[in-house]
């Protein structure tokens, strides 16, 4: 275990469900974020959440809906998804800093590996 | 924005011997370069990380050298193991992380 926990690990979903994907993170980290991971892609920034607060929102359809209630947890809503939105969904935590000093890496939960039918 | 290219995408190496991994980066200000070792059902783990005010650093078997003139850093492993088999990536930022990006990732293969 990493510190990181995503769940579920896996879900398979149709075009008209809604689901939620958690993350939870007891490390003191006050950053979050959602990644995407698909095969032969690098990974892509979905959304960044620096103490509660949405900093970052890279381009992402509306069909996904982050939400950050507190600084431990972080939700992805997924509403009306596409056959190409099956991909892994992975979450990070960091210490966030300014300077090159102060940046950290990431720790990543083992991710959601979602299917969408 | 920043843009890191990473090479090879495969590489499989013989127990015992060396693997290097390189990438690329497109922003000068980057100033912070980590690498993640990702094995099979899990996700990115932090191996190593260097900052732009070192050009070497090594971690027991791994090391990372960083030229920033020719904005390239390396990811080195010396006497591999078959559990080094996995998928490693690169990263660079800037200031925050807010603008960490990532590698396409190169997978490796030890051989016994």
């Known amino acids: 275990e990493t510190g990181v926990t995503q769940t579920p690990r896996h879900l398979v979903m149709g075009m008209t469900n809604k689901k939620s994907l958690k993350c939870e993170q007891h490390l003191g980290h006050n950053a979050m974020y959602w990644y995407k991971q698909s095969a032969k892609k690098p990974l892509e920034l979905m959304f960044v959440?620096?103490?509660?607060?949405?900093?970052e929102n890279n381009s992402v359809p509306s069909r996904f809906s982050p939400e950050c209630p507190n600084s431990s947890h972080l939700f992805l809503h997924l509403h009306t998804l596409q056959p190409e939105d099956s991909a892994l969904y992975l979450c990070?935590?960091?210490?966030?800093?300014?300077?090159?000093?102060?940046?950290?890496?990431?720790?990543f939960g083992s991710g959601t590996r979602l299917t969408v039918v | 924005g920043e843009n890191v290219e990473q090479h090879p995408s495969t590489l499989s190496v013989q127990e015992g011997d060396s693997a290097v991994i390189k990438c690329t980066y497109s922003d000068s200000a980057s100033n912070y370069f980590p690498w993640y070792k990702q094995e099979l059902g899990k996700g990115p783990q932090l191996i190593i990380d260097i900052r732009s005010n070192v050009g070497e650093k090594k971690d027991q078997r791994i090391a990372v050298t960083l030229n920033k003139t020719a904005k390239h850093f390396s990811l080195h492993i010396t006497e591999t193991q078959p559990e080094d088999s996995a998928v490693y990536f690169c990263a660079a930022s800037q200031n925050n992380n807010n603008d960490m990006r990532f590698g396409a990732g190169t997978r490796l293969t030890v051989k016994p």
């Open positions: 959440y620096n103490f509660k607060e949405q900093t």
């Open positions: 990070a935590s960091s210490k966030e800093g300014q300077g090159a000093s102060n940046l950290y890496g990431y720790t």
